[in-house]
Every structure is written in structure tokens, then in C-alpha cells.
């Protein structure tokens, strides 16, 4: 459905759209690169980028654009997007009682594909007016063993990378290369700055930017060490994917835009302030410097994206299909909330002056809301590189210290299920997307033989299979649901 008064998104249109709708305070044709993203996907767009075109309305300085680097083939679809709409984008936020908020965001001023021409993109990085390279490439990305978090250094592409450094595969080839380059021009190192979502997100990427930099240079690896800065950070924003009704109501709102982005009123961003180069005043709209990012780092994980895992899982086999749909089970949202309250909370440390108490309430209420529609598919998409994160620090705690531990141990027997049958417990398909769907279902399917077989891939459960405390609760729910218990039956219990 589309209104005669809606207009193809472009600078030229900027002036024409509605009033309702937010544009640019600045003349977005004018913004230039300061900091090099890369993965250009919607949190990006919804989160860093977001706060780049506030900063810019806000100052008026237009010099921290963003160019976004792809590095691989999917992301042609995104330069193709935004160099069709002169790299303009909408961000719709949707609230709970129904409003939306439409900001055409500027920001973004740049896109280069890494696979067309990495050249050109090493050039890029090593320009002196770029100060920053951030980072959204998800938890696969940063190459390390989730059990051992050592770097990966046999990964072909990273064996590729070695035998071609002027044109890598990867992120850490490409910012050996710009580093390289920027030292030998005199040219202060750029500030890396991870806006991922894992535990010390600066502290992984610093160790496994080192790591493959020491398999080739090690003399430069030193220098890096104590030149580059990595801040840690938090980062929030629920971002679901696009979807085509999103765009055709868009169009309904005024805007023709072939790929915006939606998500939830709510953003958090809570930075270490260690750069080793220029940085914008991101606190003058809204962002946290802090020294110590951990606290808040570990909050999130393990209360909004465990939580997250928890209904997605859980929910999935009890055959809901969103984040809200599943929050309306009050069964399923009692469990959450104890989730978060007898097995997350026991092990938080303080974080600065928050309640936690009212972070839970916040989050659930975010959860609630049944504008955003967030797909259970989504977060149960690469649960083997988001379980290690988000919820098996929390059980492990609790398994050295005599917490609770029943909630987590459905958890795991629902994504033992899950990977066996990807379907619900009626039988309903399941679009599982995990790199390692097959290794998870072919280790699932051993259960006929072996009740533990699925907790036996060591790559993401460790030793968990060796504790009979866990293995005992999570034995007697993965058996009643291969008997056919309803999970709602069960999670009833330990709402
Ligand atoms: C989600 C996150 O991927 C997931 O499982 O929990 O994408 C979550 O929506 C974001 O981290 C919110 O900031």
C-alpha cells in the first residue's frame, strides 16, 4: 500500500518529504569519512550510525561520516541500496502504543566492496582524515575458538590472508595492511572499535588482531600493541530485520526506501573512553564514556541477549514465532523474569549507579512490545556462537557456586531438540541458520543411543557434559520432551 505522496529517498527529495518525518539539520552532501565501518547491516545503521547523524545535527561538524567497507558479496546489496538513495537511509522506531518515528539519517557518506577492490580499500583506511574503524561482524567474525578463545590461525582464509596481504578475505589483513601503511606515512594509527556483541569486545579483537599480525610481523604486532587503542563497549538496540511490510508502510508514512531500518525507541551505548586518535563528543547525544566497560557489558549479555535466547528457544518449540508473541505466554514471561532473578542476577557485579532490578523490568517491557515483531528465527540465528556468550557464562557461575541452574538447563535441552528435529514440538518448521547446524544435528541425533550426546560438541560446551549436577536436570528435560511433554508443561513449573 502505497500513497500517492510518498518520494523515492534521495537528497533531491529530502526538502519534499512530510514534516513528521526527521531529515538531516545538516547538508548531507557535504559530510566526509572520519571513521571506516565495517559490516554496514541494520544495527549498524540503527546504532553507531544513528548517533554520528546526531552528533552531526546536533555540532554541525560534519567530518566523522562513515564509509562503509563490505567484505563480503551479500553486502553488495547494501551499496547498491544506499548508493541509490545518495547513501540516505530511514530509521523507523516503533513504540509500543503504535507511533513511529521516521529520521532520515546522513551519516553514512561512503560504501566500498573489499571484494571488488581491497586495494582501495586499504587506501581508504590509511587516509589521515580517517581516525576510527569500527566493527559490526558478529561473534563469527572475530576468528577464536569459543572454548579455548585462542585465534584460529589454521582457518584457510586466514592462511589465505598470510600468502596475499594486499588483497585478505578478512578484517585482521586489512588492518595489518592500513596500519602498515599509515605508519610507514607517518599517519597516527586509527582507533579499532568493536560494536559487537561479546564479553570485552575491544580486548577479543585486540588479541586476535595481534595474533594474526604476530603470525606475520611480530616486530609490528609489538608496535601495534602499544600504539592502537581498542576500546570496549556496550551496545543496545534491538534491531529486527526489515521486512516488505516494513517498507510498504514506510512508503504509506512518505518514503520510498528500498532498504530502511526498524527497530525499538530504546539505545544504549556505553563506551571505554581509551582512544589513540581523534574521537567525536559522542556524550553530547546520549552516548557513556566510562573506564570500566565490563559491568555493563556483562548485564546486557546476560540479561537482554540470554533472555533473548531463553524465549527464542524455549519458544520456538512451544511454536510462537516472535520475541512479543512469546512474551504474551505469561507462563513463559513468569520464567524469564526468574531467569533474570534467581540465575543472572546472583552473578552480576554492580554497574555504576543502575538498578538491576529496574533494567529487568525495562528490558521486559521492551521485549513486550508488539510493534517491533522480532523473529524468534533471528535469535536463534548461529545460537553455537551466541549460547557460549550469552548463557553459559551465567550456568557455569552458578555450577561453581550451587546456583540455580533449571532454567538454563531447558534452555539447552531445547536447543538439543531443536537441532535434532528443527521443528517445534508440533511438528512446524524451523529455518535453522547456523554454521554449525549439521556438526548440532548430527550430534542431537545421537540421543537414541547416548541421552548426552548433544552436550558432547566440546567446541561449545566445554567440559559442561562432565558436571552430573547439570546433566542430571538437563537429562529430565530433554526425556520429557522427547516423550512429548509440552514444553509449556514444564516451563509452567519454573515460572
Ligand atoms: C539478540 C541481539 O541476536 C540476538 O540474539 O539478542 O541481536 C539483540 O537484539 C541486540 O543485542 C540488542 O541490542
Known amino acids: 500500500m502505497q500513497s500517492q505522496s510518498s518520494f523515492r529517498l534521495r537528497q533531491s527529495s529530502l526538502s519534499t518529504l512530510p514534516s513528521h518525518i526527521e531529515i538531516p539539520q545538516y547538508d548531507a552532501s557535504k559530510v566526509t569519512t572520519g571513521i571506516v565501518h565495517i559490516g554496514v547491516g541494520g544495527f549498524h545503521r540503527s546504532h553507531e550510525a544513528m548517533y554520528v547523524n546526531n552528533y552531526m545535527n546536533q555540532t554541525g561538524d560534519l567530518s566523522w561520516g562513515i564509509c562503509g567497507i563490505g567484505l563480503r558479496d551479500a553486502d553488495k546489496k547494501m551499496q547498491d541500496t544506499l548508493v541509490s538513495q545518495d547513501y540516505l537511509y530511514s530509521l523507523v522506531e516503533k513504540h509500543p502504543s503504535g507511533e513511529r518515528k521516521v529520521s532520515v539519517i546522513g551519516a553514512i557518506c561512503d560504501f ?146 528500498t532498504w530502511p531500518v526498524v527497530c525499538e525507541p530504546f539505545h544504549q551505548w556505553v563506551i571505554e573512553d581509551d582512544f589513540c586518535h581523534e ?100 535469535i536463534c540465528l548461529e545460537s553455537s556462537a551466541k549460547i557460549p556468550v550469552f548463557l553459559l557464562p551465567t550456568l557455569n557461575d552458578n555450577l561453581a557456586n550451587d546456583g540455580n541452574i533449571d532454567i538454563s538447563a531447558l534452555v539447552l535441552a531445547s536447543w538439543a531438540y531443536y537441532s535434532q528435529f528443527h521443528t517445534s514440538q508440533q511438528g512446524k518448521a524451523l529455518e535453522v541458520q547456523d554454521q554449525m547446524a549439521d556438526e548440532l544435528q548430527s550430534a542431537a541425533k545421537g540421543y537414541s543411543e547416548d541421552k548426552l550426546a548433544f552436550l558432547k560438541v566440546r567446541s561449545i560446551f566445554g567440559d559442561l557434559v562432565e558436571n552430573p549436577r547439570f546433566t542430571e536436570v538437563y537429562q529430565g528435560y530433554l526425556s520429557k520432551l522427547h516423550e512429548g511433554v509440552p514444553v509449556l508443561d514444564i516451563v509452567e513449573t519454573l515460572a
Not at 188 to 211: E, R, W
Not at 217 to 245: K, Y
Not at 290 to 315: C, Q
Not at 338 to 353: T, Y
Open 279 to 378: 574521537r567525536p563528543a559522542f556524550e553530547q547525544v546520549g552516548a557513556q564514556f566510562v573506564k570500566h566497560v565490563a559491568p555493563y557489558e556483562k548485564l546486557k549479555l546476560r540479561m537482554l541477549n540470554a533472555g533473548h535466547s531463553v524465549l527464542g528457544l524455549v519458544g520456538s518449540l512451544a511454536g510462537f514465532d516472535t520475541i512479543h508473541g512469546s512474551m504474551e505466554n505469561t507462563a513463559l514471561r513468569d520464567m524469564l523474569g526468574e531467569f533474570m532473578r534467581a540465575e543472572v542476577k546472583p552473578n552480576l557485579d554492580p554497574v555504576g549507579d543502575m538498578d538491576v532490578n529496574e533494567y529487568g523490568q525495562i528490558l521486559l517491557a521492551r521485549f513486550a512490545n508488539p510493534n517491533i515483531k522480532d523473529a524468534l528465527s533471528r
Open 112 to 257: 566500498m566492496m573489499a571484494t571488488e577492490n581491497p586495494e582501495a580499500v586499504i587506501d581508504k583506511m590509511s587516509s589521515e582524515d580517517v581516525k576510527i574503524v569500527s566493527l559490526t561482524i558478529t561473534e563469527g567474525g572475530y576468528n577464536f575458538d569459543p572454548v579455548t578463545g585462542e585465534f584460529i590461525a589454521d582457518n584457510p582464509d586466514v592462511l589465505h590472508d598470510i600468502a596475499n596481504p594486499t588483497a585478505p578475505k578478512l578484517v585482521f589483513g586489512y588492518l595489518l595492511a592500513a596500519l602498515k601503511a599509515r605508519k610507514d606515512a607517518g599517519i597516527k594509527p586509527f582507533t579499532i572499535m568493536s560494536c559487537d556483541n561479546i564479553q570485552h569486545n575491544g580486548d577479543v579483537l585486540k588479541a586476535m588482531v595481534l595474533a594474526y599480525i604476530n603470525l606475520v610481523d611480530a616486530a609490528f604486532a609489538q608496535w601495534v600493541e602499544e600504539n592502537v587503542a581498542f576500546p570496549n563497549s556496550m551496545v543496545d538496540r534491538i534491531t529486527p530485520a526489515t521486512t516488505q511490510d516494513d517498507i510498504a508502510e514506510l512508503a504509506s508514512l512518505g518514503i520510498e526506501d
